[in-house]
């Protein structure tokens, strides 16, 4: 009998090979495959989280004409609500309890045609204006012109179709798309990106609405977060300017911690992240997908943290009730430029806040000096 033949080196024969690359090829193409129908499923999901509502004719015949194209694309105006039921455990933090729905947070989101630079800006609650009718889904009146009425009525009679109208007819720009974001599902959002750093200047102690926050840099998570953005009566100089002030560096702050290495590369933070926010989202049906949405942040993936700017309508105190506020002319001057896409000027950006220069937070101020809105300086 001959003897076998040797061996190769290390003992491998080729039909070993064959069998560990048949192996290595079946375990990469399973995981392939795995990976793509995970992605699929959590589009899925997602995309089911989000409330899609059409309100296309509650803005009425009337509407704004949109901007010419003078760039590559036009530019994008979106309005942002934010809404909370009061009647729910815990949501009395202002002292408004009893009347349902309400939206505090008005803000549109102005995305320049270049696609260089974005605006935020808030309209205060308080603003008086003169509200034209509120329509319902059939575009018929639901509810007739008003003179002297507080801005933040409109959500309250007509949602936020009565909202849009009223920011349409009053600026005379075009809104493209909406979203509302449910306060309820806000802290699913904070504490999945690990929390947001917000400058606290002095103390702010309220147990009759759970805030206990010492003074300094502090990584706001949960309630506390939703109380901190919320509160109006117990921080700074208690008006609703002061509170827009803090939503927008807090907002400008998340912006930050969510595009942060440590956030995008945590697979946790970015769908815990996802599955809150797709949950907290009402918007209309030319957004309303994760795929959209997507599509919408990559045509903007080239602005800076600092030309996302957030800055609030210019206001003045309003002669019969000084609790309330009205529109200045330099609030002409404002939307005039929005509706131009021009880049706004330095008289009306002095005080903003931009996403690359959080106060008290971009550059861990170790002390803090308190401004008339309680914001770090």
């Not at 194209?69 to 309005?79: E, R």
């Not at 808030?122 to 575009?139: E, F, K, N």
């Not at 102690?205 to 805030?211: A, F, K, L, T, Y």
Request: charged fraction near 20%; include cysteine; glycine fraction near 8%.
């Amino acid at each position: 009998m001959s003897d076998p033949a040797p061996s190769p080196p290390g003992g491998v024969t080729p039909a070993h090979r064959r069998t560990v690359a048949k192996v290595v090829t079946a375990t990469l193409v399973t995981i392939c495959l795995v990976t793509a129908v995970t992605v699929a499923l959590l589009y899925r999901h997602y995309d089911r989280n989000l409330h899609v509502v059409d309100i296309t004719p509650e803005l009425g015949q009337d509407r704004p004409t949109a901007p010419p194209v003078t760039a590559q694309k036009g530019p994008v105006n979106i309005l942002v609500m934010g809404s909370d039921n009061r009647d729910a455990p815990g949501d009395h933090i202002d002292d408004l309890t009893g009347i349902g729905q309400r939206s505090d947070t008005t803000i549109l989101l102005h995305l320049s045609g270049d696609r260089r630079r974005a605006y935020g800006v808030s309209v205060p609650r308080d603003s008086v204006v003169d509200r034209p009718a509120c329509l319902g889904t059939d575009g018929k009146p639901i509810s007739p012109p008003a003179t002297a009425v507080l801005w933040n009525d409109a959500f309250n009679i007509g949602g936020p179709g009565c909202t849009a109208r009223q920011f349409e007819q009053l600026t005379g720009i075009r809104i493209d798309h909406y979203v509302v974001v449910d306060f309820a599902a806000f802290e699913g959002m904070v504490d999945a990106i690990g929390g947001v750093e917000v400058c606290i200047p002095e103390p702010i102690v309220d147990p009759q609405h759970g805030i206990d926050i010492p003074a300094g840099t502090r990584s706001l998570t949960g309630r506390t977060a939703l109380n901190y953005v919320r509160a109006r009566y117990t921080i700074g100089d208690k008006s609703d300017l002061g509170r827009e002030k803090r939503q927008q560096a807090f907002v400008a702050s998340m912006f930050r911690q969510v595009l942060a290495a440590n956030t995008l590369a945590d697979p946790l933070a970015v769908t815990g992240f996802l599955n809150s926010a797709t949950k907290s989202l009402t918007l209309d049906q030319d957004l309303g997908s994760l795929r959209k949405l997507g599509a919408l942040g990559y045509e903007f993936r080239h602005i800076g943290l600092d030309h996302i700017q957030f800055l609030t309508t210019p206001v003045e105190d309003y002669p019969p009730n000084i609790a309330h506020v009205e529109w200045t002319a330099s609030a002409t001057t404002l939307w005039h430029d929005l509706r131009a896409d021009q880049p706004l000027p330095e008289a009306l950006l002095s005080g903003s806040v931009d996403a690359g220069h959080v106060p008290g937070v971009s550059h861990r101020r170790r002390h803090h000096t308190a401004d008339a809105y309680g914001l770090c300086t």
